[in-house]
Protein backbone atom coordinates (compact mmCIF):
# COMPACT_ATOMS: atom_id res chain seq x y z
CA UNK A 1 0.00 0.00 0.00
CA UNK A 2 0.90 3.87 -0.11
CA UNK A 3 2.25 5.46 3.06
CA UNK A 4 4.48 7.79 4.47
CA UNK A 5 7.14 7.66 7.82
CA UNK A 6 8.83 10.58 8.73
CA UNK A 7 10.91 11.24 11.66
CA UNK A 8 9.53 11.43 14.96
CA UNK A 9 9.42 14.37 16.94
CA UNK A 10 9.56 16.79 18.87
CA UNK A 11 12.43 18.50 17.33
CA UNK A 12 14.16 21.00 19.12
CA UNK A 13 16.67 23.53 17.84
CA UNK A 14 18.53 26.63 18.64
CA UNK A 15 17.82 29.86 16.17
CA UNK A 16 19.95 29.61 12.70
CA UNK A 17 20.63 25.86 13.89
CA UNK A 18 20.38 22.97 10.39
CA UNK A 19 17.20 21.16 9.96
CA UNK A 20 16.98 18.21 8.65
CA UNK A 21 13.29 16.34 8.81
CA UNK A 22 13.34 12.92 6.95
CA UNK A 23 10.81 11.84 4.75
CA UNK A 24 10.19 8.00 3.36
CA UNK A 25 7.57 6.75 1.22
CA UNK A 26 6.27 3.56 0.09
CA UNK A 27 3.94 4.04 -3.31
CA UNK A 28 2.67 2.04 -6.52
CA UNK A 29 2.95 4.29 -9.00
CA UNK A 30 4.80 7.27 -9.44
CA UNK A 31 3.98 9.95 -6.42
CA UNK A 32 4.01 13.49 -6.24
CA UNK A 33 5.26 14.52 -2.99
CA UNK A 34 4.53 17.51 -0.42
CA UNK A 35 5.57 19.20 2.51
CA UNK A 36 2.66 20.68 4.57
CA UNK A 37 3.13 23.28 7.64
CA UNK A 38 0.65 23.76 10.61
CA UNK A 39 1.25 26.63 12.20
CA UNK A 40 -0.33 26.57 16.02
CA UNK A 41 -3.90 26.80 15.84
CA UNK A 42 -4.34 27.02 12.21
CA UNK A 43 -5.14 24.45 9.13
CA UNK A 44 -2.15 23.36 6.90
CA UNK A 45 -0.35 25.08 4.06
CA UNK A 46 1.72 23.86 1.51
CA UNK A 47 5.45 24.92 1.97
CA UNK A 48 7.11 23.29 -1.42
CA UNK A 49 6.13 20.09 -3.82
CA UNK A 50 7.82 17.61 -6.52
CA UNK A 51 6.65 15.76 -9.11
CA UNK A 52 9.35 13.88 -10.44
CA UNK A 53 12.42 12.00 -9.62
CA UNK A 54 15.48 14.49 -8.95
CA UNK A 55 13.00 17.49 -8.67
CA UNK A 56 13.45 19.85 -6.08
CA UNK A 57 10.84 21.68 -4.21
CA UNK A 58 11.84 25.35 -2.47
CA UNK A 59 10.13 27.96 -0.79
CA UNK A 60 11.05 30.78 2.21
CA UNK A 61 14.18 28.46 2.75
CA UNK A 62 13.43 25.68 2.98
CA UNK A 63 14.27 22.58 0.18
CA UNK A 64 13.34 18.94 -0.45
CA UNK A 65 14.57 16.42 -3.32
CA UNK A 66 12.60 13.69 -4.75
CA UNK A 67 14.82 11.16 -4.62
CA UNK A 68 13.45 7.86 -6.14
CA UNK A 69 16.60 5.68 -5.27
CA UNK A 70 16.00 6.06 -1.53
CA UNK A 71 12.07 6.76 -1.71
CA UNK A 72 12.52 9.91 0.08
CA UNK A 73 11.95 13.56 0.27
CA UNK A 74 13.50 14.98 3.59
CA UNK A 75 13.03 18.42 4.51
CA UNK A 76 15.99 20.68 5.26
CA UNK A 77 16.81 24.60 5.84
CA UNK A 78 20.01 25.94 6.52
CA UNK A 79 19.52 28.25 9.47
CA UNK A 80 15.82 28.50 11.25
CA UNK A 81 14.00 31.27 12.97
CA UNK A 82 11.76 30.87 15.73
CA UNK A 83 9.02 32.07 13.50
CA UNK A 84 9.32 28.15 11.60
CA UNK A 85 8.44 26.56 14.95
CA UNK A 86 5.36 24.60 13.90
CA UNK A 87 4.13 20.59 12.63
CA UNK A 88 5.65 19.71 9.38
CA UNK A 89 3.79 17.03 7.32
CA UNK A 90 5.12 14.89 4.56
CA UNK A 91 2.69 13.91 2.28
CA UNK A 92 2.21 11.95 -1.39
CA UNK A 93 -0.51 12.02 -3.96
CA UNK A 94 -1.51 9.21 -6.57
CA UNK A 95 -2.97 10.18 -9.23
CA UNK A 96 -5.44 7.37 -10.10
CA UNK A 97 -6.44 7.58 -6.49
CA UNK A 98 -9.16 11.04 -6.95
CA UNK A 99 -6.10 13.61 -5.84
CA UNK A 100 -6.04 11.33 -2.41
CA UNK A 101 -3.24 12.77 -0.14
CA UNK A 102 -1.39 10.20 2.13
CA UNK A 103 0.27 12.03 5.17
CA UNK A 104 3.14 11.24 7.29
CA UNK A 105 2.07 11.69 11.20
CA UNK A 106 3.79 14.81 11.39
CA UNK A 107 6.60 16.55 13.06
CA UNK A 108 6.91 19.29 15.61
CA UNK A 109 9.39 21.67 15.00
CA UNK A 110 10.33 23.87 18.19
CA UNK A 111 12.97 26.72 17.64
CA UNK A 112 14.05 28.13 20.79
CA UNK A 113 15.83 31.99 20.87
CA UNK B 1 -9.54 35.04 -2.78
CA UNK B 2 -11.48 34.11 0.96
CA UNK B 3 -9.83 30.71 0.96
CA UNK B 4 -11.74 27.63 2.64
CA UNK B 5 -14.60 28.72 5.16
CA UNK B 6 -15.61 26.53 8.21
CA UNK B 7 -18.00 27.09 10.38
CA UNK B 8 -18.26 27.11 13.32
CA UNK B 9 -14.58 27.66 14.43
CA UNK B 10 -15.22 26.13 17.96
CA UNK B 11 -17.77 23.99 19.19
CA UNK B 12 -18.93 22.49 22.81
CA UNK B 13 -22.06 20.10 22.58
CA UNK B 14 -23.08 17.34 25.23
CA UNK B 15 -22.59 13.43 24.21
CA UNK B 16 -26.08 12.12 22.59
CA UNK B 17 -26.21 15.60 20.67
CA UNK B 18 -26.19 15.95 17.07
CA UNK B 19 -22.93 18.33 15.70
CA UNK B 20 -22.65 19.56 12.19
CA UNK B 21 -19.95 21.30 10.47
CA UNK B 22 -19.74 23.12 7.44
CA UNK B 23 -17.77 23.73 4.86
CA UNK B 24 -17.64 26.13 1.72
CA UNK B 25 -14.48 25.20 -0.65
CA UNK B 26 -12.51 28.22 -2.70
CA UNK B 27 -14.61 28.97 -5.68
CA UNK B 28 -14.03 26.96 -8.92
CA UNK B 29 -12.65 24.05 -6.56
CA UNK B 30 -14.00 20.89 -7.72
CA UNK B 31 -12.20 18.70 -4.65
CA UNK B 32 -13.53 18.63 -1.38
CA UNK B 33 -11.89 16.75 1.96
CA UNK B 34 -12.88 16.33 5.29
CA UNK B 35 -10.21 15.41 7.69
CA UNK B 36 -9.82 14.39 12.09
CA UNK B 37 -6.95 15.77 13.86
CA UNK B 38 -6.26 14.51 16.96
CA UNK B 39 -3.33 13.92 19.07
CA UNK B 40 -3.67 10.52 18.96
CA UNK B 41 -4.39 9.66 15.48
CA UNK B 42 -2.89 12.30 14.12
CA UNK B 43 -4.43 13.32 10.60
CA UNK B 44 -6.95 11.16 9.32
CA UNK B 45 -8.80 11.60 6.09
CA UNK B 46 -12.67 11.03 6.28
CA UNK B 47 -13.74 11.49 3.24
CA UNK B 48 -13.26 13.09 0.00
CA UNK B 49 -15.82 14.31 -2.78
CA UNK B 50 -14.57 15.11 -6.29
CA UNK B 51 -17.14 17.19 -8.39
CA UNK B 52 -19.50 16.78 -5.65
CA UNK B 53 -20.04 13.13 -5.98
CA UNK B 54 -18.35 11.58 -2.48
CA UNK B 55 -15.10 9.36 -3.88
CA UNK B 56 -13.84 7.61 -0.71
CA UNK B 57 -15.76 7.40 2.81
CA UNK B 58 -13.42 4.65 3.95
CA UNK B 59 -12.12 6.95 6.49
CA UNK B 60 -15.90 7.77 7.72
CA UNK B 61 -15.10 6.07 11.31
CA UNK B 62 -18.83 4.58 11.89
CA UNK B 63 -22.26 5.23 10.78
CA UNK B 64 -22.83 7.95 13.33
CA UNK B 65 -20.62 10.03 10.36
CA UNK B 66 -22.54 11.25 7.57
CA UNK B 67 -21.24 13.79 4.92
CA UNK B 68 -22.71 15.89 2.01
CA UNK B 69 -22.03 18.18 -0.88
CA UNK B 70 -25.45 19.66 -2.14
CA UNK B 71 -23.65 21.94 -4.65
CA UNK B 72 -19.74 23.21 -5.58
CA UNK B 73 -19.94 25.68 -2.79
CA UNK B 74 -20.87 23.88 0.09
CA UNK B 75 -20.71 20.41 2.64
CA UNK B 76 -21.73 19.68 5.78
CA UNK B 77 -20.04 16.45 8.14
CA UNK B 78 -22.78 15.43 10.29
CA UNK B 79 -21.83 13.34 13.58
CA UNK B 80 -25.51 11.88 15.28
CA UNK B 81 -25.61 10.85 18.27
CA UNK B 82 -21.97 12.81 19.00
CA UNK B 83 -19.57 10.92 21.28
CA UNK B 84 -16.59 12.02 24.11
CA UNK B 85 -14.08 10.52 21.64
CA UNK B 86 -15.14 12.87 18.61
CA UNK B 87 -13.45 15.48 20.27
CA UNK B 88 -10.87 16.86 17.41
CA UNK B 89 -10.30 19.41 15.12
CA UNK B 90 -12.17 18.91 11.80
CA UNK B 91 -10.80 20.44 9.04
CA UNK B 92 -11.96 20.58 5.20
CA UNK B 93 -9.73 21.03 2.63
CA UNK B 94 -10.18 21.55 -1.41
CA UNK B 95 -8.37 21.46 -4.91
CA UNK B 96 -8.39 22.11 -8.37
CA UNK B 97 -7.88 19.29 -10.95
CA UNK B 98 -6.85 21.03 -13.42
CA UNK B 99 -5.46 19.40 -16.16
CA UNK B 100 -1.63 19.29 -16.60
CA UNK B 101 -1.18 21.12 -13.13
CA UNK B 102 -0.41 19.19 -9.46
CA UNK B 103 -3.69 19.38 -7.06
CA UNK B 104 -2.23 21.67 -3.74
CA UNK B 105 -5.08 21.16 -1.15
CA UNK B 106 -6.10 24.40 0.82
CA UNK B 107 -7.06 23.84 3.93
CA UNK B 108 -9.52 25.73 6.45
CA UNK B 109 -9.01 27.22 9.69
CA UNK B 110 -10.85 23.70 11.24
CA UNK B 111 -13.33 23.69 13.56
CA UNK B 112 -12.46 22.65 17.06
CA UNK B 113 -15.10 20.23 18.76
CA UNK B 114 -15.05 19.42 22.41
CA UNK B 115 -18.12 16.78 23.54
CA UNK B 116 -19.05 16.48 26.96
Known amino acids: GNSVTQMEGPVTLSEEAFLTINCTYTATGYPSLFWYVQYPGEGLQLLLKATKADDKGSNKGFEATYRKETTSFHLEKGSVQVSDSAVYFC????????????FGQGTELSVKP | DAGVIQSPRHEVTEMGQEVTLRCKPI?????LFWYRQTMMRGLELLIYFNNNVPIDDSGMPEDRFSAKMPNASFSTLKIQPSEPRDSAVYFCASSSRLAGDIETQYFGPGTRLLVL
Open chain 1, 91 to 102: ALLIYNQGGKLI
Open chain 2, 27 to 31: SGHNS
